[in-house]
């Protein structure tokens, strides 16, 4: 059992930045680093969405096309922890982000854990 906890959303202006964390935590202090770490997005009205993603045995990381240059996941094992840094955000980035826990991956269906969600709104 993983338990995934987001923080750091807010509300900014087009251009700025942010940084989205997520605590990982679980039965075990490996279980987690068993799973690959995502990012996903759920804009009003429409479906959740793939951000980011990254493994914890490497470095290897994937990203949406849509933030590709503007996003950047990383990760700090020690602490258990997976970050999101989010510069020149953009109205279109607006949404609730989800931290989650799975095999890898670009779909939700990949995913076994997932967090509650933090808000991340960009005014025009």
């Known amino acids: 059992q993983v338990q995934l906890v987001e923080s750091g959303g807010g509300l900014v202006q087009t251009g700025d930045s942010l940084r989205l964390s997520c605590a990982a935590s679980g039965r075990s202090g490996r279980t987690f680093r068993n799973y690959a770490m995502g990012w996903f997005r759920q804009p009003p009205g429409k479906e959740r969405e793939f951000v980011a993603a990254t493994r914890w045995t490497d470095s290897t990381t994937w990203y949406a096309d849509s933030v590709k240059g503007r996003f950047a996941i990383s990760r700090d094992n020690a602490e258990n922890m997976v970050y999101l840094q989010m510069n020149n955000l953009k109205p279109d980035d607006t949404a609730v982000y989800y931290c989650?826990?799975?095999?890898?991956?670009?779909?939700?269906?990949?995913?076994?854990?997932w967090g509650q969600g933090t808000q991340v709104t960009v005014s025009s």
């Open positions: 989650a826990a799975g095999s890898a991956g670009v779909s939700t269906y990949a995913y076994n854990y």
